[in-house]
């Protein structure tokens, strides 16, 4: 084939490829609020005089983009470009989008099943629904409350959480593609670790290319502003920068601003822009209507949700004074049926139920819980970091459910994702592997597999572990590369920087303890060195 075929051919599949997205977009668009909003506006704009009907088309843009109606739009556009899946080919089955590798799909279904297993045991063992209308009496002493419910002690004893991160990281260390043969010399470097499945991860060099901003050369908040010579005129500027980018109201712009760090009293708005959280009175009334339904229905997942905050937050020197707020806020999570979307582009499915007395009969199953996400171990600790930055629940609860449908669901699923957790440990690995071979060696040697430390510290994207303001600017940076692979390489960052002290542990125990408080670390210069400084 000449050269000029082919480029015709990959132009051509582009504009195809463009059109599906289009297409996708303005399908998940067409019914929303901002849709309904926009017809309403452009209807309220025909009665203006400055709208002629000889060039409708054209004075209706115009008027949408001196209206800011042109930017909203522009943001939502945004926003479904960063959560929708890469298009396969386009004669590949539905399933494909959800995940392409069959083997892959076969162990998230199983452990789904499992999870799901564990909570009908928890279920029929303790003798309670899983789920059932709450009397009048309860319903108005739950309301009464409602802002109160950490004062609360409700007998949690018989409890356990479904799974914790160290189950789940066991079936990620039995995780095998049928098709690769392990056993292959040329695959020996990879099997010191615990992952061992062939999935495309970035090496050193194209990390470096992937966080270019986070170089040498640029200027952070994070580092800058804790050195000893005044940082002054960069922060001010800087500050001034994204003063500006806030009031252009670009989601596109505001994740670039942020790569760099994001100044703490523009943090709160910088995170909803990007996340195109706008909190308009009918997200307001969404969230009363989600706060109702918390009112009228007990579930079983309510009380999983009072242990994992009584086991973690209120027990974290932080995030104690947050527990009324992230009881409300997962509370309500757990009924929000507009969480079901990103099972769209999830490796995962949400769990189903049956109604009593209908096991079996598909017309009768219901998903459960109503968001189709089962708390684990140390899922409140997603909420806890954002308590900092949103005090008005309604708020609060649309940026976690953005920061969850966006980032966090990938940590606690099984996928080839590049963000998922499985890419996320080989990374990790391959960087502790390669850069820190002698290090690796001595605590494989010990019984204290790198990965069995850092796991915990990923699937929690390091909330809990890091101090708060450290935390914050690590999100800022997740947000700002719309990537969770950051998580890989300061996890690594962390390894290195505590080398020394680790060459002469002789146990697992040891090794924990010399990595048991994260809280002193100063997070952008150990990632700044690692990434940058490493010799290759």
Same mark, same amino acid.
């Given at each position: 084939?000449?050269?000029?075929?082919?480029?015709?051919?990959?132009?051509?599949?582009?504009?195809?490829?463009?059109?599906?997205?289009?297409?996708?977009?303005?399908?998940?668009?067409?019914?929303?609020?901002?849709?309904?909003?926009?017809?309403?506006?452009?209807?309220?704009?025909?009665?203006?005089?400055?709208?002629?009907?000889?060039?409708?088309?054209?004075?209706?843009?115009?008027?949408?983009?001196?209206? #800011?109606?042109?930017?909203?739009?522009?943001?939502?556009?945004?926003?479904?470009?960063?959560?929708?899946?890469?298009?396969? !080919?386009?004669?590949?089955?539905?399933?494909?989008?959800?995940?392409?590798?069959?083997?892959?799909?076969?162990?998230?279904?199983?452990?789904?099943?499992?999870?799901?297993?564990?909570?009908?045991?928890?279920?029929?063992?303790?003798?309670?629904?899983?789920?059932?209308?709450?009397?009048?009496?309860?319903?108005?002493?739950?309301?009464?409350?409602?802002?109160?419910?950490?004062?609360?002690?409700?007998?949690?004893?018989?409890?356990?959480?479904?799974?914790?991160?160290?189950?789940?990281?066991?079936?990620?260390?039995?995780?095998?593609?049928?098709?690769?043969?392990?056993?292959?010399?040329?695959?020996?470097?990879?099997?010191?670790?615990?992952?061992?499945?062939?999935?495309?991860?970035?090496?050193?060099?194209?990390?470096?290319?992937?966080?270019?901003?986070?170089?040498?050369?640029?200027?952070?908040? #994070?580092?800058?502003?804790?050195?000893?010579?005044?940082?002054?005129?960069?922060?001010?500027?800087?500050?001034?920068?994204?003063?500006?980018?806030?009031?252009?109201?670009?989601?596109?712009?505001?994740?670039?601003?942020?790569?760099?760090?994001?100044?703490?009293?523009?943090?709160?708005?910088?995170?909803?822009?990007?996340?195109?959280?706008?909190?308009?009175?009918?997200?307001?009334?969404?969230?009363?209507?989600?706060?109702?339904?918390?009112?009228?229905?007990?579930?079983?997942?309510?009380?999983?949700?009072?242990?994992?905050?009584?086991?973690?937050?209120?027990?974290?020197?932080?995030?104690?004074?947050?527990?009324?707020?992230?009881?409300?806020?997962?509370?309500?999570?757990?009924?929000?049926?507009?969480?079901?979307?990103?099972?769209?582009?999830?490796?995962?499915?949400?769990?189903?139920?049956?109604?009593?007395?209908?096991?079996?009969?598909?017309?009768?199953?219901?998903?459960?819980?109503?968001?189709?996400?089962?708390?684990? !171990?140390?899922?409140?600790?997603?909420?806890?970091?954002?308590?900092?930055?949103?005090?008005?629940?309604?708020?609060?609860?649309?940026?976690?459910?953005?920061?969850?449908?966006?980032?966090?669901?990938?940590?606690?699923?099984?996928?080839?994702?590049?963000?998922?957790?499985?890419?996320?440990?080989?990374?990790?690995?391959?960087?502790?592997?390669?850069?820190?071979?002698?290090?690796?060696?001595?605590?494989?040697?010990?019984?204290?597999?790198?990965?069995?430390?850092?796991?915990?510290?990923?699937?929690?994207?390091?909330?809990?572990?890091?101090?708060?303001?450290?935390?914050?600017?690590?999100?800022?940076?997740?947000?700002?590369?719309?990537?969770?692979?950051?998580?890989?390489?300061?996890?690594?960052?962390?390894?290195?920087?505590?080398?020394?002290?680790?060459?002469?542990?002789?146990?697992?125990?040891?090794?924990?303890?010399?990595?048991?408080?994260?809280?002193?670390?100063?997070?952008?210069?150990?990632?700044?060195?690692?990434?940058?400084?490493?010799?290759?």
């Amino acid at each position: 084939m000449e050269p000029e075929s082919e480029v015709e051919e990959e132009s051509e599949l582009e504009q195809r490829q463009l059109s599906v997205t289009i297409a996708r977009i303005v399908q998940r668009l067409r019914g929303s609020q901002l849709h309904s909003e926009l017809e309403r506006e452009a209807r309220t704009s025909l009665r203006k005089s400055e709208v002629r009907i000889e060039s409708l088309k054209e004075d209706l843009k115009e008027f949408l983009r001196k209206s #800011g109606w042109e930017k909203k739009l522009q943001n939502a556009v945004y926003r479904e470009l960063n959560v929708l899946p890469e298009l396969g !080919h386009p004669s590949a089955p539905p399933e494909h989008t959800k995940e392409g590798l069959m083997y892959i799909r076969r162990a998230q279904v199983n452990w789904e099943k499992r999870v799901l297993k564990s909570l009908n045991s928890m279920c029929t063992e303790m003798s309670i629904p899983l789920a059932k209308k709450r009397s009048a009496d309860e319903q108005k002493e739950l309301l009464h409350k409602w802002n109160e419910m950490g004062t609360d002690e409700p007998d949690l004893s018989r409890f356990r959480p479904v799974y914790a991160p160290k189950d789940f990281l066991e079936v990620l260390i039995n995780l095998r593609n049928p098709n690769y043969d392990s056993g292959d010399p040329t695959s020996l470097h990879s099997s010191w670790g615990l992952i061992n499945v062939p999935l495309p991860v970035k090496d050193l060099p194209e990390l470096r290319e992937l966080y270019t901003e986070l170089g040498l050369n640029y200027e952070q908040l #994070g580092i800058d502003d804790t050195m000893q010579i005044s940082p002054e005129p960069f922060e001010i500027e800087y500050l001034r920068l994204g003063q500006k980018v806030l009031s252009e109201q670009d989601s596109a712009a505001a994740q670039q601003y942020i790569r760099q760090g994001c100044p703490t009293t523009l943090r709160a708005d910088m995170w909803a822009l990007i996340l195109n959280v706008n909190n308009q009175l009918e997200d307001s009334l969404y969230y009363e209507q989600l706060k109702s339904n918390v009112i009228q229905h007990d579930l079983l997942v309510d009380n999983l949700i009072y242990k994992d905050v009584k086991l973690t937050a209120s027990n974290d020197d932080y995030y104690f004074v947050f527990e009324d707020y992230l009881y409300q806020v997962l509370l309500c999570f757990s009924r929000d049926a507009l969480v079901l979307d990103h099972f769209n582009y999830s490796s995962a499915s949400p769990p189903k139920s049956f109604i009593k007395g209908k096991l079996a009969l598909e017309d009768y199953a219901v998903v459960y819980p109503p968001n189709g996400v089962v708390p684990f !171990h140390g899922f409140a600790m997603y909420v806890a970091p954002l308590c900092f930055l949103y005090h008005e629940p309604s708020k609060l609860y649309q940026v976690f459910r953005e920061m969850y449908v966006r980032f966090f669901f990938r940590l606690h699923n099984i996928s080839s994702h590049s963000s998922g957790i499985v890419s996320l440990c080989l990374v990790f690995e391959t960087l502790i592997q390669t850069y820190l071979p002698q290090l690796f060696y001595h605590l494989r040697e010990i019984g204290a597999q790198p990965l069995r430390i850092s796991f915990k510290w990923m699937v929690r994207a390091f909330s809990g572990y890091l101090a708060t303001d450290q935390l914050l600017f690590l999100w800022d940076r997740i947000l700002g590369f719309n990537s969770l692979e950051i998580l890989a390489v300061l996890a690594a960052a962390v390894f290195a920087y505590r080398a020394e002290n680790l060459m002469e542990a002789t146990s697992l125990a040891a090794a924990e303890a010399v990595l048991a408080d994260l809280s002193t670390l100063q997070v952008m210069p150990l990632l700044q060195l690692f990434l940058f400084a490493t010799s290759n």
